[in-house]
């Protein structure tokens, strides 16, 4: 197959692009002036004096290293946002735990109450015990299975 000077330059640049891109330097790209005087690319040499071209992509204005700095700040950004997440993950289980721990504490205190087999007290604020009549455990009862409806159900 033969190419024009112009085809063959399009396809000698997408060959140094394509190995420009791919980098690995595992095909070399090798180039050649035929008796007419056109410029060919290939992947083998045609004879043994042609040698293989050498690529090296520069850096382009140090953007290498803004890219690395922007990478780095948002692996600090996900990390920081990834760890408030945790805590918040873990106080909302606490609290949970907390709800339930109180939920418990109220329904025991309302079956104690309901089941009337025990003698019912408080502590005054002289920390002496003050027992509760019928009247006043009922009173009790009614408190602890409204303030049972209202923060467990």
């Given amino acids: 197959m033969t190419f024009s000077a112009s085809q063959s330059l399009v396809w000698g640049t997408v060959l140094l692009c394509s190995q420009a891109l791919a980098g ?4 070399p790209v090798y180039q050649w002036v035929d008796k007419q005087g056109q410029v060919h690319f290939g992947d083998k040499p045609v004879d043994g004096s042609v040698r293989p071209l050498e690529f090296q992509v520069p850096p382009v204005n140090g953007a290498g290293s803004e890219n690395q700095a922007a ?4 692996l600090q950004v996900m990390t920081a946002e990834r760890q408030q997440k945790k805590q918040a993950k873990e106080q909302a289980r606490a609290q949970r735990v907390e709800q339930q721990r109180h939920c418990d504490e109220l329904a025991e205190q309302l079956n104690d109450l309901q089941d ?6 408080r502590e005054n604020a002289a920390g ?8 006043a455990r009922s009173r ?12 467990c159900s």
């Fill in 24 to 27: 690995d330097g595992s095909t």
């Fill in 71 to 74: 990478q780095q700040r948002l």
């Fill in 116 to 121: 009337g087999h025990f003698v019912y007290y």
């Fill in 128 to 135: 002496e015990r003050e027992y509760l009549d019928d009247e």
């Fill in 140 to 151: 009790r009862e009614d408190e602890y299975r409204i303030l049972f409806q209202r923060e």
